[in-house]
């Protein structure tokens, strides 16, 4: 694989503090689904040491392997033979037998899964471990502009209280990266859109795998034109031309200050025309004050919303290996990670990618 260290922890403040909690032999907070599936897999351990052995107990044997039948379309572009898996029927596909790395020097490739990126909204890749930090950089150039580590360079969050945001990847200033483990666990295992809450958010992401749990730690994407076309007529009527409050959390602070933005509920996707609902329990509070919507009403349509979020039907599942990568739709999907892997590691890598036409960064 290529040079990839992990992130060095031990002289890092931010993770230094939080490992204090394991360090006194408290168990991961149940305030996070990582604690919660930990309760889960092992009850009613004496100790955190014990509830760690237990769940590594439980998933020591487990070997990496095959069976059973996958369905995929074959297809050859610019000679190189590809594997399409469907993950869901409407939503997320795998593209087997490209390198990341050599494979899209020819523009007919990019185009290739450009198009298949906008009818799919997210695309995965297996076996790509030997890509470079840089050649990441590369490949999301293919797509767009390479923005900061949450999209637009106006607000870039330096939170002290976040982790990501003390660890610097040389070379690279604009790559978060994602760590957990024993002692820190972490996992953004909430429905959202990636930095919803920017002017201007990201296009996409895309999302490289360095070390994956042997089992959990999934990322699950879902289909905002679907959870649109969920809704009931009356409540489309009723809000297809309202904008929703998006509100970043504490770490997405910059210089102390909370960022916030105001965004069409129904979102027209630049690219494909469609409608995609833009509402997610991530980072939306409320409907934009000057439509004066009675509380009860809001409270009652955003539920509905987030009702949609999330549902088997609209929903794919991507399990991360080593060198798995994702690239996805902030216009047209969520996603949340799945907080059931702790006390593996897992340790992922994030790009955002905005639209090479800039009339088309702000939401409509
Ligand atoms: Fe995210």
């Given at each position: 694989?290529?040079d990839?260290?992990?992130?060095?922890?031990?002289?890092?403040?931010?993770?230094?503090s939080?490992?204090?909690?394991?360090?006194?032999?408290?168990r991961?907070?149940?305030?996070?689904?990582?604690?919660?599936?930990?309760?889960?897999?092992?009850?009613?351990?004496?100790?955190?040491?014990?509830?760690?052995?237990?769940?590594?107990?439980?998933?020591?044997?487990?070997?990496a392997?095959?069976?059973?039948?996958?369905?995929?379309?074959?297809?050859?572009?610019?000679?190189?033979?590809?594997?399409?898996?469907?993950?869901?029927?409407?939503?997320?596909?795998?593209?087997?037998?490209?390198d990341?790395?050599?494979?899209?020097?020819?523009?007919?490739?990019?185009?290739?899964?450009?198009?298949?990126?906008?009818?799919?909204?997210?695309?995965?890749?297996?076996?790509?471990?030997?890509?470079?930090?840089?050649?990441?950089?590369?490949?999301?150039q293919?797509?767009?502009?390479?923005?900061?580590?949450?999209?637009?360079?106006?607000?870039?969050?330096?939170?002290?209280?976040?982790?990501?945001?003390?660890?610097?990847?040389?070379?690279?200033p604009?790559?978060?990266?994602?760590?957990?483990?024993?002692?820190?666990?972490?996992?953004?295992?909430?429905?959202?859109?990636?930095?919803?809450?920017?002017?201007?958010?990201p296009?996409?992401?895309?999302?490289?795998?360095?070390?994956?749990?042997?089992?959990g730690?999934?990322?699950?994407?879902?289909?905002?034109?679907?959870?649109w076309?969920?809704?009931?007529?009356?409540?489309?009527?009723?809000?297809?031309?309202l904008?929703?409050?998006?509100?970043?959390?504490?770490?997405?602070?910059?210089?102390?200050?909370?960022?916030?933005?105001?965004?069409?509920?129904a979102r027209?996707?630049?690219?494909?025309?469609?409608?995609a609902?833009?509402?997610?329990?991530?980072?939306?509070?409320?409907?934009?004050?000057?439509?004066?919507?009675?509380?009860?009403?809001?409270?009652?349509?955003?539920?509905?919303?987030?009702?949609q979020?999330?549902?088997?039907?609209?929903?794919?599942?991507?399990r991360?290996?080593e060198?798995?990568?994702?690239l996805?739709?902030?216009?047209?999907?969520?996603?949340?990670?799945?907080?059931?892997?702790?006390?593996?590691?897992?340790?992922?890598?994030?790009?955002?990618?905005?639209?090479?036409?800039?009339?088309?960064?702000?939401?409509?």
């Amino acid at each position: 694989m290529a040079d990839v260290q992990p992130p060095q922890l031990s002289d890092n403040a931010v993770y230094l503090s939080r490992s204090e909690r394991a360090k006194a032999g408290k168990r991961p907070s149940r305030s996070s689904a990582l604690g919660v599936v930990a309760e889960s897999r092992f009850p009613g351990a004496k100790s955190r040491s014990e509830m760690v052995q237990g769940i590594l107990a439980q998933d020591r044997d487990l070997v990496a392997g095959n069976f059973g039948t996958v369905y995929y379309k074959p297809v050859t572009v610019c000679g190189v033979d590809l594997k399409l898996e469907p993950l869901q029927p409407s939503i997320g596909t795998v593209v087997h037998g490209i390198d990341l790395a050599t494979d899209l020097n020819d523009p007919e490739m990019v185009t290739f899964l450009r198009e298949l990126w906008l009818e799919r909204r997210v695309i995965m890749f297996r076996n790509q471990a030997h890509v470079s930090r840089e050649q990441m950089v590369e490949f999301a150039q293919h797509f767009g502009e390479v923005g900061s580590r949450y999209g637009e360079r106006e607000h870039v969050p330096n939170s002290p209280h976040d982790l990501s945001h003390q660890i610097d990847v040389p070379g690279i200033p604009d790559m978060l990266v994602l760590t957990s483990d024993e002692a820190v666990p972490a996992a953004a295992s909430n429905w959202h859109s990636d930095a919803s809450w920017q002017m201007r958010p990201p296009m996409a992401s895309v999302l490289m795998c360095r070390e994956a749990p042997p089992v959990g730690g999934d990322t699950c994407f879902c289909d905002c034109y679907s959870m649109w076309e969920g809704l009931s007529l009356e409540t489309k009527e009723r809000v297809e031309h309202l904008s929703a409050v998006h509100m970043g959390a504490v770490i997405h602070q910059m210089d102390g200050k909370t960022p916030v933005a105001t965004h069409p509920v129904a979102r027209t996707h630049p690219e494909t025309g469609r409608t995609a609902l833009y509402v997610q329990q991530g980072f939306v509070r409320s409907f934009a004050q000057t439509h004066n919507i009675p509380k009860d009403e809001e409270k009652t349509l955003l539920l509905e919303m987030k009702l949609q979020e999330g549902r088997p039907e609209y929903t794919c599942r991507f399990r991360w290996e080593e060198g798995s990568v994702a690239l996805w739709d902030n216009r047209a999907v969520l996603h949340s990670a799945s907080g059931d892997f702790w006390p593996h590691r897992r340790i992922m890598e994030r790009l955002t990618i905005l639209d090479h036409d800039v009339s088309r960064r702000t939401p409509f």
